[in-house]
């Protein structure tokens, strides 16, 4: 099933809870230039001193995104990604796209916006049936 960005962007905030301990998040992350500011944005420890705004912005730049991403698909006969359903929580989804974005140092360069189309693609792919 095609997922929703509504569903989509509630998935991708809820990282920032579980996510495991990165670096303290500076002011420049909050630039999100880059799939390395917004993982540690979402990845923010929950002591971190801007964990608050981090999680708030990774939530919002999230719901950007999916809701982006969604109309696109829209637009395409099989979409750019699909989530099972029923989809992951959003916890869940926000710590395998910092898990994602963590595991390959090289996804840190890609534009925000890239990183998490990139990520929602490679775990969510669309497969084509054949009735």
């Known amino acids: 099933m095609r997922f929703f960005a509504p569903r989509l962007a509630a998935l991708l905030l809820l990282t920032a809870a579980i996510a495991p301990a990165q670096a303290a998040v500076t002011e420049d992350n909050f630039s999100a230039k880059s799939t390395g500011d917004l993982v540690a944005l979402c990845g923010a420890a929950k002591d971190d001193p801007a964990f608050t705004q981090a999680a708030n912005f990774c939530h919002g730049y999230a719901?950007?995104?999916?809701?982006?991403?969604?109309?696109?698909?829209?637009?395409?006969?099989?979409?750019?990604?699909?989530?099972?359903?029923?989809?992951?929580?959003?916890?869940?989804?926000?710590?395998?796209?910092?898990?994602?974005?963590?595991?390959?140092?090289?996804?840190?360069?890609?534009?925000?916006?890239?990183?998490?189309?990139?990520?929602?693609?490679?775990?969510?792919?669309?497969?084509?049936?054949?009735?």
């Open 63 to 131: 719901v950007a995104i999916a809701q982006a991403a969604g109309a696109h698909s829209g637009r395409t006969k099989h979409g750019m990604f699909c989530v099972p359903s029923p989809g992951p929580t959003l916890n869940d989804a926000i710590a395998a796209f910092v898990a994602w974005g963590a595991a390959d140092p090289t996804r840190a360069a890609l534009p925000a916006p890239t990183g998490v189309t990139r990520f929602l693609v490679s775990t969510y792919p669309c497969t084509t049936s054949k009735h």
